[in-house]
């Protein structure tokens, strides 16, 4: 699990309710409205129906799992394992990667190595790497699109509400009273779509394009270690080619490991 994620949106919520409850004379039955919940959620769903392809929006779940079930890949242990292959390839030959292709999980892996095995030009092997790249990025962005989209509309529709509040409040000017207390409930659903958009969506959207960043720079070291394992390229060399996506300060730790 994803504790920053839990932490970042459980404590954005956390933190709005300390502030209601310090607050002198606020009471919290006063930040509790049904309807401006409806029209800030509703709308919001409704707009992102209307954006996007139903299949897109359906698979809304899975995304939400990707922001809470994830896992940082260890780049270090991904060029190690290349490195093993680099080093496989150049004493046994390149036809030997086909009886290790049963210990690598990770598919791309698994579909370079292949291609290499088989013969592949060099030219359309790395054609093909970078297409299956291309489509892994298309699809992250779609699911970073769905929160974009709620970002987006949330505050929208929590201005129609607060418009939609006003206007039933100014219908209703005979009452002094409740005027003040109208008001107050206009307003809210402008909080609910500012609390929608900057405590859940845009920064669910920001952690899955962040995510999706890693997986690139993921997919690239592979393209990378692949295409010199089948040029025949030293072990060592890909090793110190590879090793410069790994920041300089867990590159001098690694150092320093290897030489104790």
């Not at 929006?57 to 260890?74: A, M, P, Q, R, T």
């Not at 190690?80 to 036809?95: K, P």
Request: proline share 5%; hydrophobic share 50%; net charge neutral.
């Amino acid at each position: 699990m994803d504790i920053a994620s839990v932490i970042g949106i459980l404590g954005g919520f956390l933190l709005i309710v300390v502030s209601i409850a310090i607050a002198p004379g606020a009471s919290a039955k006063a930040f509790i409205d049904y309807p401006s919940i409806v029209m800030v959620l509703g709308g919001a769903i409704a707009a992102l129906l209307t954006s996007m392809p139903l299949r897109d929006v359906l698979k809304i779940g899975g995304v939400i799992k990707k922001v809470f079930f994830n896992k940082s890949d260890d780049v270090s242990a991904l060029i190690q394992q290349i490195v093993s292959l680099a080093e496989t390839a150049r004493r046994d030959g390149l036809l030997a990667l086909e009886n290790r292709l049963p210990e690598i999980s990770d598919p791309f892996i698994v579909l370079g190595v292949q291609m290499a095995v088989d013969g592949t030009r060099p030219e359309v092997m790395e054609d093909i790497l970078r297409t299956e790249m291309d489509a892994v990025a298309a699809r992250h962005q779609t699911g970073k699109l769905i929160f974009d989209q709620i970002g987006k509309f949330s505050p929208a529709f929590g201005m129609i509400g607060t418009l939609v509040g006003l206007i039933i409040m100014l219908g209703n000017m005979s009452d002094p009273n409740a005027i003040g207390p109208g008001m107050a409930v206009a307003l809210l659903t402008t909080l609910y779509g500012a609390i929608v958009a900057n405590v859940v969506a845009l920064p669910m959207a920001e952690k899955l394009a962040h995510l999706s960043r890693e997986e690139q720079i993921r997919m690239e070291i592979v393209v990378r270690g692949i295409m010199a394992i089948q040029a025949g390229e030293n072990p060592r060399v890909i090793e110190q080619k590879l090793r410069t996506f790994v920041p300089p300060k867990a590159r001098k730790q690694q150092e320093q490991k290897k030489a104790a």
